[in-house]
């Protein structure tokens, strides 16, 4: 059965820094592309990043390029996402998702983790 | 980026309807575009793929079709369970981008 087990969320200053982390299981990690998707409360679906099976292609939204980072690491069958600078309109459910089709970066996300929680407020 | 323009933002219906929500993209999405059902407090599921690919395990109630930008997921018996938002992804051209979302409630 896959899972995808998001941790690291929690309540951070703005300014402030949070790794979240994605251990993935009941498949193999690293033949699929991976990605993050947040949901602000309230709001609509909002794609984060995606790095490829590899790691050799990653992606980030406009809106946070320059204060995110996202990484991965094969043997461990972990994704992970490193925000950095964080603002109040960060605050959202982040939700690590596998990409399904194993060739190719952009396609449909397949399975999802039940998410991490981000809230930034002082 | 394309945008995603999903509509209406919301329906009532009643257990039996058929219901129809569009998602119109702003440019060519060469049919890469996926459907999603979230209930409250879950995350997304998947239930459709290149516009009419129906999941594995998505009951075939759910359908889609592709006209131009036009895409169309139709609900053809909504059954309890099916109360939800619905969002479609156009997955063609990065970054992907989703729709605003369609939140189909009890009429």
């Known amino acids: 059965e896959v899972q995808l087990v998001e941790s690291g969320g929690g309540l951070v200053k703005p300014g402030g820094s949070l790794r979240l982390s994605c251990a993935a299981s009941?498949?193999?990690?690293?033949?699929?592309?991976m990605n993050w998707v947040r949901q602000a409360p309230g709001k609509g679906l909002e794609w984060v990043s995606s790095i490829s099976s590899t790691s050799n292609y990653i992606y980030y939204t406009d809106s946070l390029k320059g204060r995110i980072t996202i990484s991965r690491d094969n043997a461990e069958n972990s994704l992970f996402l490193q925000m950095d600078s964080l603002r109040a309109e960060d605050t959202a459910i982040y939700y690590c998702?596998?990409?399904?089709?194993?060739?190719?970066?952009?396609?449909?996300?397949?399975?999802w983790g039940q998410g991490a929680l981000v809230t930034v407020s002082s | 980026d394309i945008q995603m323009t999903q509509s209406p933002s919301s329906l009532s219906a009643s257990v039996g309807d058929r219901v129809t929500i569009t998602c119109r993209a702003s440019?060519?999405?060469?049919?890469?575009l996926a459907w999603y059902q979230q209930k409250l407090g879950t995350a997304p599921k998947l239930l459709l793929y290149a516009a009419s690919r129906l999941e594995s395990g998505v009951p075939p109630r759910f359908s889609g079709s592709a006209s131009g930008t036009d895409y169309t997921l139709t609900i053809s018996v909504l059954q309890p369970e099916d109360f939800a938002t619905y969002y479609c992804?156009?997955?063609?051209?990065?970054?992907?981008?989703f729709g605003q979302g369609t939140k189909v409630e009890i009429k």
């Open positions: 998702a596998r990409g399904s089709f194993q060739q190719l970066i952009l396609s449909p996300f397949d399975y």
């Open positions: 009941g498949f193999t990690f690293s033949s699929y592309n």
């Open positions: 992804q156009q997955y063609y051209r990065a970054p992907p981008t």
């Open positions: 440019q060519d999405t060469g049919i890469s």
